[in-house]
């Protein structure tokens, strides 16, 4: 139990375009996603954190116009990276948290590469 | 504010050796601990965790022991395998809320 999906886990796209990313739990609820940014051989740094019917919150120095996250059901949270840029180029990967379960408990999907040409 | 600090890698060790990889935080409550682990191409996976002091956490031969008086959360494994190969990284939890803080994560490569 406890999978969370990511979808696309590879996309490439141009410069200036807005890429989609979908971050769904798969068996069960979450009333909070979160959205990672890791570049390569570093770690995770958190984007934001995602709460279901309301917006999102943002760490500091996260364009909040420019990575637009979105948690419209207790399933489904979704980054759009607007205006890409290859700078934008990253492993953005999302995690949930299970609703009910002790506060420690967050599940992480398997990533979405995104390279912006 | 909260940090981690891990080993410096990139660990390369012969199948069968012993690991230890070095994990240490600084928090200003009791937070929960966790090591995770992320194979090439994949999201992290919980490997272990351990929630306040004195826990052992253990999984999959792995396992790490939440030291308070050292601020210390090391990873051991006494007989690694190639398929260990991976990244490892160790994290904490607040106790006010959900929010995992990362390490820098360690590189491990088990050459058969």
Not at chain 2, 60 to 74: I, L, N, P, V
């Amino acid at each position: 139990g406890a999978v969370v999906s990511q979808h696309p886990s590879r996309v490439i796209c141009k410069s200036g375009t807005s890429v989609k990313i979908e971050c769904r739990s798969l068996d069960f609820q979450a009333t909070t996603m979160f959205w990672y940014r890791q570049f390569p051989k570093q770690s995770l740094m958190l984007m934001a954190t995602s709460n279901e019917g309301s917006k999102a919150t943002y760490e500091q120095g996260v364009e909040k116009d420019k990575f637009l996250i979105n948690h419209a059901s207790l399933t489904l949270s979704t980054l759009t990276v607007t205006s890409a840029h290859p700078e934008d180029s990253s492993f953005y990967i999302c995690s949930a948290r299970v609703v009910g379960r002790v506060f420690y408990e967050q599940y992480f999907g398997p990533g979405t590469r995104l390279t912006v040409t | 504010g909260d940090s981690v600090t891990q080993m410096e890698g990139p660990v390369t060790l012969s199948e069968e050796a012993f690991l230890t990889i070095n994990c240490t935080y600084t928090a200003t409550g009791y937070p929960s601990l966790f090591w995770y682990v992320q194979y090439p191409g994949e999201g992290l996976q919980l490997l272990l965790k351990a929630t306040k002091a004195d826990d052992k956490g253990s999984n999959k031969g792995f396992e790490a022991t939440y030291r308070k008086e050292t601020t210390s959360f090391h990873l051991e494994k006494g007989s690694v395998q190639v398929s260990d190969s991976a990244v490892y990284f160790c994290a904490l939890q607040e106790t006010s809320g959900s929010r995992l803080t990362f390490g820098e994560g360690t590189q491990l490569t088990v050459n058969p």
